[in-house]
């Protein structure tokens, strides 16, 4: 399969406004991003509706490419870009723009989910390790079926272990944790990207909702690897504190 990454970038931001540019190491959180893709990954592009992330990214000898500023989530930024790039990929990678430590087993494990013919979206998930982590509401956890394939994304903690004391929950129920790195093939990517909100989506406010219960099969390959996500002016300086680590 012709896999393309594609990373969109958003300047404005509620918790952390031009975060994209934020600098982290020397250099901004972006750019992080794109050269940890594109060592990885032959065709990688950075979605954005702002001139300074553009610039910012052409500046580093990364490819951008400037989108509407009106699209209501990273899927239907990453889509009008597929659809300026061409090329006739078979599959998009959808990777956050706050993810500077995205590993190549993460890429590699979701590109290996579409080995399944059935697969037409996919994301990862992570074996919570505490009790106390499945609690947190901006933790989604995923139920899977057999043959490992998404039921149910929700904030509550699912399922409900009935005859065990809470604290023993994760003792007996593999409780997963999503992380949010998402594929797609380019097909379905088009399609979803036409559907309207659904009330799973609004009630929980989580996007993936609106596919499963539009009837799409989502492939959740499984990873040991949770990366650090930038939200917050505190979570630059845990990423400072790993990268000095690293």
């Known amino acids: 399969m012709k896999f393309i990454g594609i990373i969109p970038a958003r300047y404005s931001s509620s918790r952390f406004p031009g975060k994209p540019l934020a600098i982290l190491g020397g250099k901004p959180v972006i750019e992080h991003v794109y050269r940890q893709v594109s060592s990885m990954m032959e065709d990688v592009f950075v979605a954005t509706d702002d001139q300074r992330i553009y610039d910012a990214v052409e500046a580093f000898g990364g490819k951008a490419i400037m989108t509407r500023s009106d699209h209501k989530s990273g899927t239907d930024r990453i889509c009008e870009a597929l659809e300026k790039v061409g090329g006739g990929f078979d599959a998009v990678i959808n990777i956050q723009g706050d993810e500077p430590f995205i590993q190549k087993s993460q890429l590699e494990t979701v590109m290996q989910c579409f080995d399944d013919p059935r697969t037409q979206i996919a994301t990862l998930g992570k074996p919570f390790e505490s009790m106390e982590a499945v609690e947190n509401p901006n933790s989604p956890k995923i139920v899977l079926d057999n043959d490992g394939y998404a039921l149910y994304f929700s904030r509550s903690v699912i399922p409900f ?5 809470h604290e023993e929950w994760l003792s007996h ?4 944790k999503h992380i949010g790195l998402y594929a797609y093939r380019t097909e379905v990517l088009m399609e979803i990207s036409k559907l309207p909100q659904s009330t799973l989506e609004l009630a929980e406010s989580l996007e993936q909702l609106r596919w499963l219960q539009n009837g799409y099969k989502i492939k959740v390959g499984l990873t040991d690897v949770e990366t650090i996500g930038i939200d917050t002016p505190e979570d630059l300086q ?4 790993k990268l000095a680590n690293l």
């Open 238 to 241: 845990r990423a400072e504190e």
């Open 161 to 165: 272990v009935r005859g065990k004391e």
């Open 173 to 176: 129920f593999p409780y997963l």
